[in-house]
């Protein structure tokens, strides 16, 4: 089945740096790669998401690259804010299947 | 739009006692799925019903039991509690078939004395 792997497991930065974290995924066939944001004391909220036929996607202050041949994605967040604080989670999700690989998450610190 | 509803917040068991988790959507979703989260483990999936009358074991099944009720509901059963069962439940949902994130319930907490 499919594993993914989440880098670094915690991550602080300034505010207003940038913070990029990235995934590695082993199965192949996996077309469909979205990230989650979990707040304390809340369930993963969808953030982004990106699809194989696509390289990056964009929205506001947060990305998302795809690397297909090297089965990487990235998530990068512009101009952190104390509020972007929260665990990151990746997943990958293979064409024929209907459920979702989980990475083991990301904590993120912003340092006001 | 409620999304996923989760009862209860929070519960505190004794061991060998047994209770249900309760979990609705009101998307139309027609995958449901059950998960643990662990300090330092991530999300483990526990149970899906990939569409209603349909229930698969997840990677940690054991000591749980699912039903699809409906379209709407999925129950989380824990027939005799134990401290290894101490952990954030989460339910989720998601449109059938490939390319769909899914949306999560706010969890419940479980503690099992």
């Known amino acids: 089945g499919e594993n993914v792997e989440q880098h670094p497991s915690t991550l602080s930065v300034q505010e207003g740096d940038s913070a990029v974290i990235k995934c590695t995924y082993s199965?192949?066939?996996?077309?469909?790669f979205p990230w989650y944001k979990q707040e304390l004391g809340k369930g993963p909220q969808l953030i982004i998401d990106?699809?194989?036929?696509?390289g990056e996607k964009k929205d506001q202050r947060i990305a998302v690259t795809l690397n297909k041949t090297a089965k990487h994605f990235s998530l990068h967040i512009t101009e952190t804010q104390p509020e972007d604080s929260a665990v990151y989670f990746c997943?990958?999700?293979?064409?024929?299947?209907?459920?979702?690989?989980f990475g083991k998450g990301n904590q993120v610190v912003v340092i006001p | 739009n409620a999304g996923v509803t989760q009862t209860p917040k929070f519960q505190v068991l004794k061991t060998g006692q047994s209770m249900t988790l309760q979990c609705a959507q009101d998307?139309?979703?027609?995958?449901m799925y059950w998960y643990r989260q662990d300090p330092g483990m991530g999300l483990r999936l526990i149970y899906y019903?990939?569409?209603?009358?349909t229930t698969d074991k997840g990677e940690v099944p054991n000591g749980y039991n699912v039903s699809r009720l409906n379209k709407r509901e999925f129950s989380l059963r824990l027939e005799s509690a134990a401290p290894s069962q101490t952990s954030v439940y989460f339910c989720?949902?998601?449109?059938?078939?490939w390319g769909y994130g899914y949306t999560f319930g706010s969890g419940t907490r479980l503690t099992v004395v």
């Open positions: 990106i699809r194989s036929n696509v």
């Open positions: 199965d192949s066939a996996s077309n469909y």
């Open positions: 997943a990958a999700s293979p064409q024929n299947g209907n459920r979702l690989a």
């Open positions: 019903s990939a569409s209603e009358g």
């Open positions: 998307m139309n979703h027609n995958s």
């Open positions: 989720a949902s998601s449109e059938a078939g």
